[in-house]
T-cell receptor, first 115, second 113 residues
Framework: GAGVSQSPSNKVTEKGKDVELRCDPI?????LYWYRQSLGQGLEFLIYFQGNSAPDKSGLPSDRFSAERTGGSVSTLTIQRTQQEDSAVYLC?????????????FGPGTRLLVL | AQRVTQPEKLLSVFKGAPVELKCNYSYSGSPELFWYVQYSRQRLQLLLR??SRESIKGFTADLNKGETSFHLKKPFAQEEDSAMYYC???????????????FGTGTRLTIIP
């Protein structure tokens, strides 16, 4: 079946603009995760959804970052007033259920460049 | 706090030689350990996880709780093993599942023909 999809695949924006990144998880997966992959920082956790609720937002770097998930499916990560340090690849992953041993399946990522 | 350390950013190995990618972790609870791999122009994908005790593409990894290590090994490297490898940890902590993955910084493995 279809894997995790993300859009857009690339986004170039000007500093100060808002951006929205979309993630479509594998059908039936209840858990959804956002990570950020940047040079020198590796892969960092941002936020985790179980269904529509987000029990763990601990990785969001500032209040400019927010995410929502509606209908237990698609999720949107919003970055307001983007800064150059927000440039990174944003990865989404989903898993069948929540649980530390569950395999997370990753999307192809959205490459964000803030000029 | 949970932490994963991969001491080698780059590792080059000749084809047919043994490979070992090191991973050490720090975690106060009971960890679940994973190795993820990212081949060129492909998405990040699971290679193996310790709970399954399986061998994938000839790779194995043993969880050593005494040394807090989860090194990835393969006896004979192949050219198609060239990729970026990430060690990752998750676990159960607190009142809800702490299922997020904490990744190491990754090791880029290059197999020399």
């Amino acid at each position: 079946g279809a894997g995790v999809s993300q859009s857009p695949s690339n986004k170039v924006t000007e500093k100060g603009k808002d951006v929205e990144l979309r993630c479509d998880p594998i059908s039936g997966h209840t858990a959804l995760y956002w990570y950020r992959q940047s040079l020198g920082q590796g892969l960092e956790f941002l936020i985790y959804f179980q269904g529509n609720s987000a029990p763990d937002k601990s990785g969001l770097p500032s209040d400019r970052f927010s995410a929502e998930r509606t209908g237990g499916s698609v999720s949107t990560l919003t970055i307001q007033r983007t800064q150059q340090e927000d440039s990174a690849v944003y990865l989404c992953a989903s898993s069948r259920t929540s649980g530390g041993a569950e395999t997370q399946y990753f999307g192809p990522g959205t490459r964000l460049l803030v000029l | 706090a949970q932490r994963v350390t991969q001491p080698e950013k780059l590792l080059s190995v000749f084809k047919g030689a043994p490979v070992e990618l090191k991973c050490n972790y720090s975690y106060s609870g009971s960890p679940e350990l994973f190795w993820y791999v990212q081949y060129s122009r492909q998405r990040l994908q699971l290679l193996l996880r310790h709970i399954s005790r399986e061998s994938i593409k000839g790779f194995t990894a043993d969880l050593n709780k005494g040394e807090t290590s989860f090194h990835l090994k393969k006896p004979f490297a192949q050219e198609e093993d060239s990729a970026m490898y990430y060690c990752a940890l998750s676990g159960l902590l607190g009142n809800f599942g702490n299922e997020k993955l904490t990744f190491g910084t990754g090791t880029r493995l290059t197999i020399i023909p």
